[in-house]
């Protein structure tokens, strides 16, 4: 076969493209197949490595290395097998527990055998509010670093209006709720939005500094203001009953009404991104704010707009993590959607199916981490390195492409590319 | 792109910003007499206390009357405030506002110790050792960024120094346990380096992936073995030791020269960096790898190699930051124990301008809002200590915002380079 030659892609033939649609008629199948390749494979790649870390640091593997090579590698492999079926297990439930559930058809059983399932939903539902926040940054060219502290804000303000407004019924309290929490990550989205469109102070920096102010506000906050009288911990009051999102189950099922409200704002962001004017011109002005300033946009506005939206998004996820799980705000309860969050935007390739769909696997490992920690003594932040490691084959393809020698594609997808001006 | 930074160098100071300078000088003129100098009572009197500790103290408590040491304090602010609208301080503008700023809080500091007595030497001595791990951070970034790679791996690397540090440290002894760490911090580097450099990844994204990374192996590890076993979490911590004649210093001596290995080497670093950057051939081939490595290619400097280099010694020098916590100060490994420093120190690297003594300055800035927010309660003053925690991001997001004057950042940072 020969080489085609690499072509580069000028800013007026993606503009046309974009227009007439031809380049997804064109592609058809094939380019499903090519999106999905280089995500699966970083994650298997990703459960391989962490498999071999867990297999370097448990002692019972040196043991049996110190017998024979065999024994060695058959306790390594046994070791990462039970890891893994712990960890799919403890977040999908075990199939034969589900199937002798539903053969004594006890309904308290059948809930904790589905309960895994259902609880790996409920994680999964801040990650997509969260991942779509930034991946809605990505696609308007700006870098939201600081979903973590939109997060803090938006549980903060969704906290605030779940106790202190009182007497509304809920049709109407939980919306208003929900309402406050996308505000104020808005908010907290929109000031470093301003300050990139206005002053050039770059969103990364401004961002973080964003975080950390967030987390000492809510730190005062929970010491101050929303502290919870009668408690000596930094914890919020509990929200109304009319305030929290329903729940379809008995305990112990968490499973709540955001997970179906993230897929429809999922749903909503697709629609805002690929089929309205101001999603176009977001798209446009982020993939090239040169070509997007001569067709006439304005590229601050859509600055300013993408990182409200942005904001909005991730204080949702505070939003639903409170009125939906926890019904109070405790200091640090985010703990790492904020930067799980860019893994996920460039994992589902900052597409909202895309989101969503990482964000199902990256709740069910999060889920599964807690009962694998608890069976087998592995800590549970091994889903950072999983979560890591597998960012970076996503963000360097050209390295699982070395590692499968897989051939480059004639057309590249066209990646992050954020300058620093 | 590039003539637009060379043209940001000459850039004077524009007379709206004069303008808008002398109004915040007599904004703060005001603040120091309304909020301060009318809240302490006549006869008050503060009292510092000048013993740094540790030593003997050979100075007198220094003892001012509250009320009119605030109301020298605001007039002084106001008179330059006048001038600068008047006038304008012209290029010196910055230097004036570092004064009134410097005005200011020392009278919140009279205040605040108004009819009790505040120990000045230990409020300074607290401050510098809480400056190092943000200043040696703040080196790190410089050495990364001026050539043109941007680092917000930072913490991810101080985390990883820390607990290599400390593993090691426990099991052989400290200085093995510093090199370790410092080890580490190469390979982070290094990381850094493949990805951004060769793979030409968002160094963004690349920076997050160390962060993640660093974060999720130091937890599993200390939640796996180190919190387990406390003989492997134990390192021994290196002593101060007082330097021969310099330490005899009253006040400043204690405070500067009777402290340990980190902080003599962060003085350390910092000349070298400083002269290594601006007075060197190797600091001038690095800063035009970042300003401009198309030109420093033509002109046969090698691009590639000398990022790799930066990376490097950027890595180095981020867990050597960490390796204090662990092996300068505390002793003993904790999950996430940085506790976001490595931010700050990012932070204190744009309010610094990408300059060595500048980061310094800004650590000893965000290290003194620090210490003071610890006393705030020791003093019993109603304001809420988290804002003033809060004060050195505020800061560097005006400082970013250009109001102080824009920073010079590297004009390639974050572009990968690629030879044609």
């Known amino acids: 076969m020969d080489k085609k030659p690499v072509n580069k892609q000028d800013a007026g033939k993606v503009l046309l493209e974009e227009i007439s649609g031809a380049a997804q008629e064109q592609q058809g199948k094939t380019r499903i197949g090519r999106i999905l390749l280089i995500p699966v494979l970083a994650v298997f790649t990703g459960l391989v490595i962490g498999g071999i870390f867990i297999v370097v640091t448990t002692e019972s593997v040196y043991a049996a290395f110190g017998q024979s090579f065999g024994a060695g590698l058959s306790e390594a492999l046994r070791t990462v097998w039970n890891s893994y079926v712990a960890l799919f297990t403890g977040s999908l439930g075990s199939p034969t527990r589900i199937i002798t559930a539903l053969q004594s058809g006890d309904p308290l059983e059948v809930r904790r055998a589905f309960n895994p399932i259902l609880e790996s939903l409920v994680a999964s539902t801040p990650y997509i509010f969260a991942g779509l926040s930034v991946a809605l940054g990505f696609r308007a060219g700006v870098f939201n670093i600081g979903a973590e502290g939109q997060i803090f804000i938006g549980a903060a303000t969704a906290t605030f209006v779940g106790y202190a407004v009182k007497g509304l019924p809920a049709i109407i309290h939980i919306p208003l709720a929900l309402l406050a929490g996308a505000a104020g990550g808005a908010i907290w989205g929109l000031i470093p939005g301003w300050l990139k469109a206005k002053t050039g102070g770059h969103e990364v920096i401004n961002t973080i500094m964003m975080n950390y102010i967030a987390f000492r506000l809510s730190d005062w906050l929970l010491t101050g203001p929303m502290k919870r009288p009668e408690s000596f911990n930094p914890v919020s009051p509990t929200i109304l009953d009319s305030a929290k999102l329903p729940r379809f189950f008995d305990d112990p099922i968490r499973f709540h009404m955001g997970f179906f409200i993230a897929l429809a704002i999922a749903w909503v962001v697709y629609w805002f991104l690929f089929k309205t004017t101001w999603g176009f011109e977001l798209r446009t002005v982020g993939s090239n704010p040169f070509a997007g300033r001569y067709a006439g946009m304005n590229v601050a506005r859509n600055t300013i707009l993408a990182m409200t939206l942005a904001g909005a998004l991730a204080g949702l996820a505070g939003a639903n993590e409170v009125l939906g799980v926890n019904h109070n705000l405790a200091m640090a309860f985010s703990s790492g959607y904020g930067f799980d969050s860019i893994a996920l935007a460039l994992l589902g390739n900052s597409h909202p199916l895309g989101v969503v769909l990482a964000s199902l696997l990256f709740g069910t490992l999060r889920n599964g981490a807690t009962p694998m920690q608890v069976s087998l003594g592995i800590p549970n932040d091994i889903i950072s390195v999983l979560q890591a490691v597998i960012l970076m084959f996503i963000a360097a393809p050209a390295i699982i492409r070395t590692i499968y020698r897989l051939k480059q594609p004639a057309q590249e997808q066209p990646g992050i590319h954020l300058s620093m001006k | ?420």
Request: net charge positive; proline share 4%; glycine share 12%.
């Open chain 2, 1 to 420: 792109m590039t003539t637009q930074a060379f043209h940001k160098k000459i850039e004077t100071i524009s007379p709206t910003r004069e303008r808008i300078m002398g109004v915040v000088f007599l904004a703060l003129a005001f603040s120091i007499y309304f909020f301060f100098s009318r809240d302490v009572a006549s006869d008050q009197i503060t009292k510092f206390e000048l013993t740094p500790g540790g030593l003997t103290s050979v100075l007198p408590t220094w003892v001012l009357p509250s009320m009119g040491t605030l109301n020298i304090l605001a007039i002084a602010a106001a008179i330059l405030g006048g001038v600068q609208l008047a006038k304008g301080f012209k290029r010196y503008t910055n230097w004036v506002l570092a004064v009134v700023v410097a005005l200011f809080v020392f009278g919140f500091l009279v205040w605040a110790a108004a009819g009790k007595s505040l120990n000045l030497g230990g409020l300074l001595s607290t401050t510098l050792s809480k400056a190092v791990p943000i200043t040696l951070g703040a080196l790190s970034g410089i050495l990364c960024e001026r050539a043109g790679v941007i680092n917000i791996a930072i913490e991810g690397m101080m985390l990883a120094g820390a607990m290599v540090g400390a593993l090691v440290g426990s099991l052989t002894n400290n200085w093995l346990g510093l090199l370790s760490a410092v080890a580490v911090g190469a390979l982070m580097g290094l990381l850094l380096g493949v990805l951004s450099i060769k793979y030409k990844t968002n160094q963004i994204i690349a920076g997050t992936v160390i962060n993640i990374l660093s974060t999720g192996l130091t937890s599993y590890i200390s939640a796996k073995f180190m919190q387990r076993y406390m003989e492997i979490n134990n390192p021994q911590i290196f002593k101060s030791f007082p330097i021969p004649g310099l330490a005899d210093i009253p006040f400043f001596g204690p405070i500067f020269f009777n402290n340990n290995l980190f902080i003599y080497a962060m003085f350390l670093f910092l000349i070298l960096l400083h002269v290594g950057l601006f007075y060197t051939r190797w600091g001038l081939r690095m800063r035009s790898v970042g300003e401009h490595p198309k030109a420093a290619d033509t002109l046969g400097i090698n691009v590639i190699r000398t990022r790799y280099l930066s990376v490097l010694l950027g890595g180095m020098m981020a867990s050597f930051a960490g390796a204090y916590f662990t092996l300068g100060s505390v002793g003993r490994f904790d999950e996430v124990m940085t506790a976001g420093r490595g931010f700050i120190g990012l932070a204190a690297m744009i309010f610094g301008n990408w300059m060595p003594f500048g980061a310094f300055g800004a650590g000893l800035l965000f290290g003194f809002a620090d210490s003071l927010a610890s006393r705030l309660a020791i003093l019993q003053i109603e304001i809420p200590s988290q804002f003033l925690l809060m004060a050195p991001y505020v800061a560097t997001m005006i400082v970013l915002a250009g109001v102080v004057g824009r920073g010079q950042a590297p004009a390639s940072e974050g572009i990968p380079y690629e030879k044609e």
